[in-house]
């Protein structure tokens, strides 16, 4: 549906058939408001692509059946374009599920999710991937070095520069070379390139990046 279209009514999703209100913002704006009573905004419209119509807003939708601060990280991890595998590690330790629940529970942070890709190239580097799995203080402190205090856009990273992660404050460095980058400590001295940034979802930031960061 086009933006005229869509503040005609409420519009059903296909998440078992829920709807989101679509509203009139202050000037020009289009408000999407979904069921948790988030609201969204319409920063990019009416691009038509492969017999669709493509609206680009500004934070993620979260249903309904997604109730806790915690539920909202898992739903966004799980939905995230190419980081299933990300969403995977989470779930398969108590200790990092303990630490997202009391990172969803507090302030705003920034998340840089590794792709699918990313973690797989990580686990092929390990000469006992399963160690990995069964180890949950590895794995948290692993998941501690992607996360940063504040919902931090690339924009404030770089203007940052250097970023204390929630690691021993562990820092990263943020550089602008001919892509958006991000210094990668570890094994090699390949930087971590930033696949997809500022995404709001669940009080927090996201940025998919394309190579897992080393402590």
Known sequence: STNAMLLARNVTTKHLGETVNVVNGDGPEIIIMDNNGRDTTVVNSDFQAC?????????????STTKSPLECLHFAFET???TQAFSGLIKNSTGVRRLLEELALGEPHTFL?????AIEEFIALLKSPKSLFNDDQVL????????????????ELFETRD????????PIEFNIKQT??????????TDSVVLLADIRACNSTMHI???????
Do not use: C, W
């Open 140 to 155: 948290e402190e692993l998941i501690k070095y992607h996360v940063v205090k504040g919902a931090l856009t690339t924009a």
């Open 113 to 117: 999710v590794p792709s699918n890709q």
């Open 80 to 82: 995230l374009p190419g």
């Open 209 to 215: 990046i394309d190579h897992m960061l080393y402590p």
């Open 180 to 189: 958006i980058q991000v210094d990668r400590r570890g094994p090699t001295d």
């Open 51 to 63: 017999n669709s119509t493509v609206h680009v807003v500004d934070e993620m939708l979260v249903p």
């Open 163 to 170: 970023i204390e992660t929630l690691l021993f404050e562990e």
